[in-house]
């Protein structure tokens, strides 16, 4: 089936400080990966749609400037959050899409749990 | 606007089946999904309905009207581990999927 890999799973940054998460689709191509964000006991968000080679879509209320998003190849996307604050602390999760699949389902990655000091 | 509706949390005892719904009014149809979410976990893929009627995949099946705009997922047999979050996404004309805020299973013996 198909798989989607996440690194680091955890990350404990400062304040200030900048953190890079990958995501990998392992066996299959995604033109299309998704970044969401989910706080404690509630729903997932989706952050930003990002497409290979363009620009990331973010929705309403994500900063572009705060969370970079580079999608350099049909196997990678990462999210860069800069300057992070404690209030940044969540987890973040990306999604893939199977450019072959008719679809449109979208396999998750394992997360990456952030925590801010 | 687009929207996903489905319930906050329900309660089912082991053994037993439960059947979780989800409303949705969104702009194009390009099917519907149901994923396990396990406290803290990713999503887990269930279940995918783009046809009217029922898919049946062990103990789970998942059911679409889309007249209705409507689609359950039945769990049968329950099981401890079972308990979850069980959340419904339906792929719009865009095939962006819109989430709803998920069903909080609680499973009791």
């Known amino acids: 089936g198909a798989v989607v890999s996440q690194h680091p799973s955890r990350v404990i940054c400062k304040s200030g400080t900048s953190v890079k998460i990958e995501c990998r689709s392992l066996d299959f191509q995604a033109t299309t990966m998704f970044w969401y964000r989910q706080f404690p006991k509630q729903s997932l968000m989706l952050m930003a749609t990002?497409?290979?080679?363009?620009?990331?879509?973010?929705e309403q209320g994500v900063e572009k400037d705060k969370f970079l998003i580079n999608h350099a190849s049909l196997t990678l996307s990462t999210l860069t959050v800069t300057s992070a604050h404690p209030e940044d602390s969540s987890f973040y999760i990306c999604s893939a899409r199977d450019i072959a699949s008719g679809k449109g389902e979208q396999y998750f990655g394992p997360g990456t749990r952030l925590t801010v000091t | 606007g687009q929207n996903i509706d489905q319930p906050t949390e329900m309660t089912a005892t082991e053994g037993a089946i439960v059947q979780i719904n989800c409303t949705y009014q969104?702009?194009?149809?390009?099917?519907l999904f149901w994923y396990q979410q396990h406290a803290g976990e990713a999503p887990t893929f269930l279940s995918y309905?783009?046809l009217d009627g029922l898919e049946e995949k062990g103990r789970f099946s998942s059911f679409l009207s889309r007249s209705k705009g409507y689609s359950y997922l039945l769990l049968k047999e329950l099981q401890m581990k079972d308990s979850a979050s069980y959340l419904c996404a339906v792929s719009n004309s865009n095939y962006q999927l819109i989430w709803g805020a998920g069903t909080k299973l609680i499973i009791k013996p």
């Open positions: 309905n783009v």
């Open positions: 969104t702009s194009g149809f390009n099917g």
């Open positions: 990002s497409n290979e080679g363009s620009k990331a879509t973010y």
